[in-house]
């Protein structure tokens, strides 16, 4: 069973390959360069026509797109890595609320800050744009750094406590982008924990090193 994922260094692919690798399932990976608008290319448009990434094939040839779609489909596709509870626990419910909420809040915050352009005609909109995006980004890892349970406990670093989840991937990585790798470990520590605790898991660290270093 071979997964095909679409995707870039440090990119919302990120998570996915993340939790491939925790599931141990063999994937082919193909680069997308954001740097070069690679997403937008029509031969890519003809696999994901949002233009956007990333995009998985599952082994059968369905095509997922959708960061938090694609985790939920890989954690029900492999119930034997455990990566999200049952559907009748509420823990699940806690961790698809705080996915939920990182990824419909964080990423047009995310997307005003990289490309500013699209919501100004006036180039001198631009660096306003961008400091209110990082603004806003911030006071939403603050209120998940508050009201999500986190205690920095090395012993019990996730959002469900001991248990680990695709939840703590994608806040994990998530919360380091637009600088917050400078930002986090003062700001928010639980959620910085959080981080440290993902990338340090065996089948991860090495992702996590080549994505971020």
Not at 77 to 106: I, Y
Request: overall charge neutral; glycine content about 8%.
């Amino acid at each position: 069973m071979t997964y095909v994922l679409y995707g870039d260094r440090g990119s919302g692919s990120a998570p996915i390959e993340m939790a491939l690798a925790e599931i141990g399932a063999r994937a082919e990976l193909c680069s997308v360069p954001l740097a070069t608008d690679a997403q937008l290319a029509a031969e890519y448009r003809r696999i994901n026509p949002m233009g956007r990434i990333p995009t998985l094939i599952l082994p059968d040839g369905t095509v997922v797109t959708e960061t938090i779609a694609i985790l939920l489909t890989l954690a029900d596709r492999h119930p034997e890595a455990d990566l999200l509870p049952p559907p009748a626990d509420s823990a699940r419910a806690v961790a698809l609320r705080w996915m939920v909420l990182a990824g419909a809040e964080g990423y047009p915050h995310v997307t005003r800050y990289d490309y500013p352009s699209r919501f100004s005609g006036h180039p001198s909109h631009a660096d306003a744009i961008r400091d209110r995006a990082q603004e806003m980004y911030r006071e939403l890892w603050r209120l998940v750094e508050a009201e999500a349970g986190l205690n920095g406990d090395p012993a019990r670093p996730y959002l469900l406590g001991e248990r680990f989840t695709v939840a703590d991937i994608y806040l994990a990585v998530l919360s380091r982008w637009l600088k917050g790798a400078s930002w986090l470990p003062e700001a928010c520590p639980r959620l910085a924990a959080l981080g440290r605790a993902v990338a340090a898991r065996p089948a991860i660290a090495p992702v996590w090193a080549r994505h971020f270093g």
